[in-house]
């Protein structure tokens, strides 16, 4: 038969009342209570004798719900909808995640995908560890001389690569010396560093330069879109490419610092440094490289060489052009006849026509007017031949007051039944008032239509040969006694 348990006789009073007796539950004298009741002190203890709180559970409690405005638990306390330690940090380990719809703290928020502050002028910084202090030891400086001696070695390790990366100086980052390579001395180099002993100089700085190399980063693996100012105390290192701004005005890049690099184009002869309407103010550069420029003026040591002119002066070159300006060296018309036809000496005195070495056909004939002189540049190599259009005409029909010099002249024929074909003949209504035209250092070089290799010049065997000077009865003005 089941024993029972009872509880009779002088042991409860009226209500149960205890007298400031505690009352204990237990299988028998020398076992645990089982349940013990401090009414002195207003706590209940199971398996325990000594209740801290009000209720003091040695053990494991299992309860489907609690419904209670205040609780605590060991070094928790839950009030409400909050919970906090007496003293220490909160740790929560799950299996596989933690799932909150929102987690805050006095000044962020996460929500989603969206972190953000909710404070007025809150700052939100992603701060990876970078402080680092050199400590002997210490199991992250082992691994880095861990590296660079496999990369002194040849052997394997995380790191390696690491340490054999080649800087813009030329030198491998492991390479601490700069002797070429990476050897015992650069591990011995890094070592003195680690270790203390060594606090300057060129070893110790590119050795601290690794050890901040190495330290961890914040990466952006996507698309990161910026509304407000980016602040960066350190460098930005982007290795795709970068677009600042769009087409509205408003957007702009100031440059603060210095800048320690070459800014080199991605591809040659593409791109503008400024438009016409938004220019660049000054350049200061030691060397100046280019094809071509195209300015308004130029000043050299407070010359402008470009806007002064010599005056009264054309020039011609193989390399100008007949809609430039001509009376610039860098502005040279491309033919005799073009430069003929600004030579107005009637007002601004005798004009100048320089012409640059090189052969120019032109349409004949090449009307001088009076005041105008013409020089080549070279004799033998500034040559004067007509267009195929013109090849029987005359070549300059000279008035007086006029000089030529420094030329060839060849390639033009002699037409018998015109009379034309003349190296030099006067102009029709020729007034020669002062002095008659001067010609020095011509070369006139002309040939028959027919050659060959024992008559190269044609003579033989052609009548059509070019006359070259041809000056009859000018009208001559003398003017004085």
């Not at 209940?44 to 605590?72: E, F, Q, S, W, Y």
């Not at 011995?188 to 680690?194: E, I, K, R, S």
């Not at 090449?366 to 259009?389: E, F, Q, Y």
């Not at 190296?423 to 250092?441: C, E, W």
Request: charged share 20%; aromatic share 8%; no cysteine.
């Amino acid at each position: 038969m089941a024993q029972v348990g009872r509880i009779s006789g002088p042991l409860l009073f009226a209500n149960l009342e205890r007298n400031g007796n505690d009352l204990a539950f237990r299988d028998t004298l020398d076992t645990t209570q089982l349940l013990y009741l401090n009414v002195n002190d207003g706590k209940i203890g199971v398996n325990t004798d000594t209740p801290i709180g009000t209720l003091d559970v040695a053990g494991t409690m299992r309860v489907p719900n609690i419904i209670h405005t205040t609780a605590k638990t060991s070094n928790l306390d839950f009030n409400n909808s909050s919970i906090s330690t007496l003293s220490g940090p909160i740790n929560l380990n799950a299996g596989t995640n933690i799932k909150l719809s929102t987690f805050q703290t006095d000044n962020i928020q996460i929500n989603d995908n969206t972190i953000s502050t909710y404070r007025s002028n809150a700052d939100l910084e992603l701060r990876p560890w970078r402080d680092y202090q050199l400590v002997s030891g210490d199991p992250y400086m082992a691994e880095l001389i861990d590296g660079i001696t496999a990369a002194s070695s040849g052997t394997s390790h995380a790191l390696r690569a690491f340490w054999e990366v080649v800087l813009p100086s030329g030198f491998a980052r492991g390479d601490v010396n700069e002797s070429g390579s990476i050897d015992i001395d650069d591990v011995m180099g890094f070592l003195a560093v680690a270790r203390g002993n060594n606090t300057s100089g060129g070893t110790y700085d590119r050795s601290i330069a690794a050890i901040e190399a190495s330290l961890p980063k914040l990466e952006v693996k996507s698309n990161l879109n910026v509304n407000g100012a980016i602040n960066a105390t350190g460098d930005i290192t982007m290795d795709g490419n970068i677009v600042i701004g769009d087409d509205i005005n408003e957007d702009t890049i100031d440059f603060n610092a210095d800048v320690n690099s070459n800014i080199i184009p991605a591809t040659d002869n593409t791109y503008s440094l400024g438009t016409p309407t938004k220019q660049w103010q000054e350049l200061f550069s030691v060397l100046l490289n280019g094809s071509s420029v195209v300015t308004g003026n130029v000043n050299l040591a407070g010359i402008d060489p470009y806007s002064l002119r010599p005056g009264n002066t054309f020039f011609v070159s193989v390399n100008g052009d007949d809609t430039n300006v001509g009376d610039h060296p860098n502005g040279a018309f491309a033919t005799v006849k073009k430069a003929l036809d600004f030579a107005d000496a009637s007002a601004a005195g005798p004009v100048n026509i320089v012409i640059y070495p090189g052969e120019y056909q032109e349409e004949l004939p090449l009307t001088v007017p009076a005041n105008v002189n013409i020089s080549g540049m070279d004799m033998r190599n500034t040559i004067i031949m007509p267009d195929t259009s013109s090849q029987s005409e005359d070549v300059f029909l000279v008035n007086g007051e006029t000089y030529i010099s420094n030329l060839t002249i060849k390639d033009f024929y002699y037409d018998s039944g015109n009379d034309k074909g003349y190296a030099f003949k006067f102009a029709p209504n020729t007034v020669v008032s002062s002095r008659s035209p001067y010609l020095q250092n011509i070369t006139v070089i002309t040939k028959g239509t027919t050659t060959s290799a024992s008559d190269p010049r044609g003579f033989a065997r052609n009548r059509r040969l070019s006359r070259q000077i041809r000056f009859k009865k000018p009208q001559i003005k003398l003017y004085g006694e």
